[in-house]
């Protein structure tokens, strides 16, 4: 009897796997005429906002931005009077393709065993099949850094476009950095009789990490020295880290953990970029001073303490921003990460104001990630990877993307969402 309840359980994941796993909508073919966008509102980020002007994309890139552009030959026309137009949305920190459903184990591909494992790559397990995708790209998001999670030394995040076949034609930059998850103290509702081991085990975490970095250095010193000593593909994986030239995101939350994480970025002299952040108003300052950089997921969160003002988590991205740190907004998970646009919207309600928020989600994340030399916002010579919406994109209410083009080519906007509604319409219709 155990036996068949385990291969009906496992039929039924290998069932759930092959329904779930892979969207029909086809990627846009390459552009091959030009594209101008007539009379839009314009968001362009990095220099405001411009009425009633025109945008031209040519070869995957925008080429001209201006009012009454004219129109090269075989040039395809987008009337966008009372349109407006954004760069593409980046979502950071998210596990999108990496996790369909989080209750069927052969649909999640978020981790790995171990606590060091710098060397993994995420888009290598990122399945650009997803149903997820579809639903999460309709509102206007057109790269996402797909992220690990795990424990300790989780791997290194990729940014991916949200339309292609596979997860190679999906990598716009991999290797964008080693993720740390950093041990957390153990909680409150451990037993008397238990917490002494949960402090013991937390203090091994704690010393382990301090001793695979050690290691890490120790291996970038040789390695500096004597390029043909034997490569340890862990450690390889980290010279950047050492070099400069990559951040190390650390996910903390708690005070605590920001405080350690910080002292620890110090110590080893790294450039490091803070994921999660619930508390980390409570250190704006010292986050400024260190130069550190913030992609905050929590922008619908709930208070941390019976004292905390109830409207904490809505205002952290304005007192980040107005106390000099490097903000970004982020959604830390899967499916619920279409709601980017409106976690900003509810950060520029709360004193980061809508410019600001948009660069939290476009720009911001682009400088971060080291592409803002092609994304996150409109100027010529940039990626058209664009959005046209009918509303203020950060609006749920007025918002409704329309249109979208990712290096220049037309993204499919319909998703199971949609195709659902259609479905179940049609029964209404036909009462």
Same mark, same amino acid.
């Given at each position: 009897?155990?036996?068949?309840?385990?291969?009906?359980?496992?039929?039924?994941?290998?069932?759930?796997?092959? &329904?779930?796993?892979?969207?029909?909508?086809?990627?846009?073919?390459?552009?091959?005429?030009?594209?101008?966008?007539?009379?839009?509102?314009?968001?362009?980020?990095?220099? !405001?906002?411009?009425?009633?002007?025109?945008?031209?994309?040519?070869?995957?890139?925008?080429?001209?931005?201006?009012?009454?552009?004219?129109?090269?030959?075989?040039?395809?026309?987008?009337?966008?009077?009372?349109?407006?137009?954004?760069? !593409?949305?980046?979502?950071?920190?998210?596990?999108?393709?990496?996790?369909?459903?989080?209750?069927?184990?052969?649909?999640?591909?978020?981790?790995?065993?171990?606590?060091?494992?710098?060397?993994?790559? &995420?888009?290598?397990?990122?399945?650009?099949?997803?149903?997820?995708?579809?639903?999460?790209?309709?509102?206007?998001?057109?790269?996402?850094?797909?992220?690990?999670?795990?424990?300790?030394?989780?791997?290194?995040?990729?940014?991916?476009?949200?339309?292609?076949?596979?997860?190679?034609?999906?990598?716009?930059?991999?290797?964008?950095?080693?993720?740390?998850?950093?041990?957390?103290?153990?909680?409150?509702?451990?037993?008397?009789?238990?917490?002494?081991?949960?402090?013991?085990?937390?203090?091994?975490?704690?010393?382990?990490?301090?001793?695979?970095?050690?290691?890490?250095?120790?291996?970038?010193?040789?390695?500096?020295?004597?390029?043909?000593?034997?490569?340890?593909?862990?450690?390889?994986?980290?010279?950047?880290?050492?070099?400069?030239?990559?951040?190390?995101?650390?996910?903390?939350? /708690?005070?605590?953990?920001?405080?350690?994480?910080?002292?620890?970025?110090?110590?080893?002299?790294?450039?490091?970029?803070?994921?999660?952040?619930?508390?980390?108003?409570?250190?704006?300052?010292?986050?400024?001073?260190?130069?550190?950089?913030?992609?905050?997921?929590?922008?619908?969160?709930?208070?941390?303490?019976?004292?905390?003002?109830?409207?904490?988590?809505?205002?952290?991205?304005?007192?980040? &921003?107005?106390?000099?740190?490097?903000?970004?907004?982020?959604?830390?998970? /899967?499916?619920?990460?279409?709601?980017?646009?409106?976690?900003?919207?509810?950060?520029?309600?709360?004193?980061?104001?809508?410019?600001?928020?948009?660069?939290?989600?476009?720009?911001?994340?682009?400088?971060?990630?080291?592409?803002?030399?092609?994304? !996150?916002?409109?100027?010529?010579?940039?990626?058209?990877?664009?959005?046209?919406?009918?509303?203020?994109?950060?609006?749920?209410?007025?918002?409704?993307?329309?249109?979208?083009?990712?290096?220049?080519?037309?993204?499919?906007?319909?998703?199971?969402?949609?195709?659902?509604?259609?479905?179940?319409?049609?029964?209404?219709?036909?009462?």
């Amino acid at each position: 009897m155990h036996i068949i309840k385990k291969l009906l359980t496992t039929a039924c994941a290998i069932a759930l796997t092959s &329904t779930v796993t892979a969207h029909d909508m086809i990627p846009g073919a390459a552009q091959s005429n030009p594209i101008l966008i007539k009379g839009a509102t314009l968001h362009t980020v990095s220099h !405001g906002v411009l009425t009633g002007h025109d945008l031209l994309l040519q070869q995957g890139k925008i080429s001209a931005i201006g009012p009454d552009l004219v129109a090269p030959k075989h040039t395809k026309v987008i009337e966008a009077l009372g349109r407006h137009v954004y760069p !593409g949305l980046i979502l950071t920190a998210t596990q999108l393709g990496l996790r369909e459903i989080s209750s069927v184990r052969a649909t999640v591909d978020d981790r790995e065993v171990g606590d060091d494992n710098p060397h993994l790559l &995420t888009h290598v397990a990122y399945s650009p099949d997803s149903e997820i995708i579809p639903t999460v790209r309709a509102n206007g998001i057109t790269h996402a850094q797909i992220t690990p999670v795990g424990r300790l030394i989780t791997g290194q995040s990729s940014l991916i476009n949200l339309d292609a076949w596979n997860a190679d034609d999906a990598l716009t930059k991999g290797a964008l950095g080693t993720h740390v998850s950093w041990p957390s103290q153990p909680s409150y509702w451990i037993s008397k009789k238990n917490r002494p081991k949960a402090l013991t085990r937390y203090r091994q975490q704690l010393e382990l990490l301090s001793q695979y970095f050690e290691q890490s250095k120790r291996y970038f010193t040789a390695y500096q020295q004597d390029n043909s000593i034997a490569k340890d593909i862990r450690w390889h994986a980290m010279l950047g880290l050492w070099q400069g030239d990559k951040p190390l995101f650390v996910h903390a939350e /708690a005070i605590e953990q920001i405080e350690q994480a910080m002292r620890f970025s110090q110590r080893f002299d790294l450039k490091m970029v803070l994921i999660g952040a619930s508390d980390a108003w409570m250190v704006k300052e010292q986050l400024a001073k260190l130069n550190i950089a913030v992609i905050y997921t929590n922008a619908f969160g709930l208070p941390q303490r019976d004292d905390e003002d109830i409207a904490q988590a809505f205002k952290t991205p304005s007192q980040l &921003t107005a106390a000099g740190v490097t903000t970004a907004i982020g959604y830390e998970s /899967a499916w619920d990460s279409r709601s980017l646009a409106f976690a900003a919207g509810m950060a520029a309600k709360y004193g980061l104001g809508k410019e600001q928020a948009l660069k939290a989600i476009t720009l911001i994340p682009a400088q971060i990630l080291g592409v803002a030399d092609k994304l !996150g916002s409109l100027e010529v010579g940039k990626s058209a990877s664009i959005v046209i919406s009918k509303g203020d994109i950060l609006d749920y209410q007025g918002h409704k993307v329309l249109q979208m083009f990712i290096d220049g080519r037309e993204v499919d906007l319909n998703n199971r969402h949609r195709q659902l509604y259609q479905k179940y319409l049609q029964k209404t219709v036909n009462r």
